[in-house]
């Protein structure tokens, strides 16, 4: 099998637009390694370099620790599938999957058992003689991985295959595909923006944004030690809710963290506090998942925060209760733009009512001067006055006694908060 190596590779296009930048990423011998981000990030930018379809700007590509960068496609000895399928629409499902060894010269007679043995693997054994047009969104997703499986490549590199597939199907094909290229022992990169493809696939998940790598690890280690304020605020549903805190020592006590008009006391025993201890007056971000926070009576001992219910989600399972307890929110969009969540809302609402007064013939009101909104930190401006409150996702039970406009009284988990400082990186005492 193959191990993939990325040294310091940046791919800048012709129009100066710098897709990837600097990314170093090692994939061991038989790893499902997956490339996780939302469209336009340069995920699949870098899949092509791997596939030599694209020339790196600068850096290493190393395909068993060999640079591969003038290497052509057809010598890397890899298989892709493509998120369309690219299957040929005059050939049969069996000439489809046998097309890479007929290129390759292989006799008729051993290119028939392998086209035959992949296909019935992939359970479309008897489908073989039918066009790519007489079969399901699922059956030409096989035949894609069949004319991969079917070449014996040591990487296979995988470009969203299941974007184009509804949420069932999804879900049966992508443990097929983990389970055979675990069964064949293939190392494999798999693209997507879809979280959940990621987290149940991997052994080890690659967050992408802008073109930057964010974050590298296990499932369970990108969900539960998010490196950067991003990687906390794109895992995980419902989303981490990422509120400003303003930080106060009381030396050999606690650390308190006021939100809002309420606050949380970090126990000076906690191993956290010391880090956390070095930003007293200052102000960072808490993050805390739904799972961290438990409803309770409002006189309830610990560490309680109170609000009233703005809305309720039911999913069948569970309810989500969204919750206002007088905190700032702060919102990171999927593309890298940063702010509190009124500079987001208040652009979604813009927009909204320009669409409006066109619709009703009006003139449209001007666009807000640009002036003095870039800006490094992922705090708000303390000198802004347009806020709103933070909607604090809560799990409740599939049928709650509770409504809109009810108060409600939460627990919270306090060896489960996330902190990140104003740089949007993770205060923590170590690494995982």
């Not at 290129?103 to 992939?122: I, K, M, N, T, Y």
């Amino acid at each position: 099998m193959t191990t993939v190596a990325l040294k310091d590779v940046t791919k800048v296009f012709k129009d100066g637009t710098v897709a990837v930048d600097s990314v170093n990423l090692d994939v061991s011998d038989g790893e499902f390694m997956v490339l996780l981000g939302p469209s336009g990030c340069g995920k699949s930018t870098v899949l092509r370099m791997v596939a030599g379809l694209e020339d790196p700007t600068q850096g290493a590509v190393l395909l068993d620790g060999e640079l591969a960068n003038d290497l052509s496609p057809r010598d890397r000895k890899i298989a892709m599938v493509f998120q369309d399928f690219a299957l040929y629409p005059h050939m049969s499902v069996g000439d489809n999957i046998a097309f890479p060894l007929r290129l390759a010269g292989v006799e008729p007679e051993p290119r028939g058992e392998r086209v035959s043995d992949v296909a019935s693997a992939l359970g479309i054994g008897d489908v073989l003689a039918r066009k790519p047009s007489q079969l399901s969104g699922g059956q030409r997703q096989r035949v894609a991985m069949g004319r991969a499986i079917v070449r014996r490549p040591g990487l296979f590199l995988m470009d969203e295959p299941l974007s184009n597939l509804d949420s069932g199907l999804r879900a049966e094909l992508r443990a097929e595909i983990s389970g055979l290229t675990r069964e064949l022992g293939v190392t494999t990169i798999y693209v997507t923006h879809d979280q959940a493809e990621a987290l149940t696939m991997a052994d080890r998940v690659a967050i992408m944004r802008r073109g930057v790598l964010q974050d590298v690890g296990t499932p369970t280690q990108v969900y539960g030690r998010p490196a950067t304020l991003y990687v906390a605020a794109f895992l995980g549903s419902p989303r981490m809710n990422l509120l400003e805190a303003s930080v106060y020592v009381h030396l050999d006590r606690y650390v308190t963290l006021t939100l809002g008009e309420q606050a949380l006391y970090l126990p000076w025993d906690d191993i956290r506090s010391r880090a956390v201890a070095h930003y007293h007056g200052e102000r960072i971000v808490v993050g805390m998942r739904a799972e961290a926070l438990t409803p309770v009576s409002p006189d309830s001992p610990g560490d309680v925060l109170h609000g009233r219910i703005r809305y309720l989600e039911h999913h069948g399972h569970e309810s989500l209760a969204f919750l206002d307890i007088g905190a700032t929110a702060i919102v990171v969009d999927e593309m890298g733009s940063r702010g509190d969540a009124t500079e987001a809302g208040q652009r979604g609402l813009r927009r909204f009512g320009q669409v409006m007064q066109r619709l009703a013939g009006k003139p449209v009101d001007a666009p807000e001067p640009a002036v003095g909104r870039a800006r490094t930190s992922v705090l708000p401006d303390p000198g802004r006055h347009h806020r709103r409150p933070a909607e604090l996702a809560v799990r409740l039970a599939p049928y709650p006694t509770v409504a809109a406009g009810h108060p409600l009284s939460i627990r919270v988990r306090m060896d489960a908060l996330h902190f990140f400082d104003e740089r949007g990186d993770r205060i923590d005492v170590g690494w995982r």
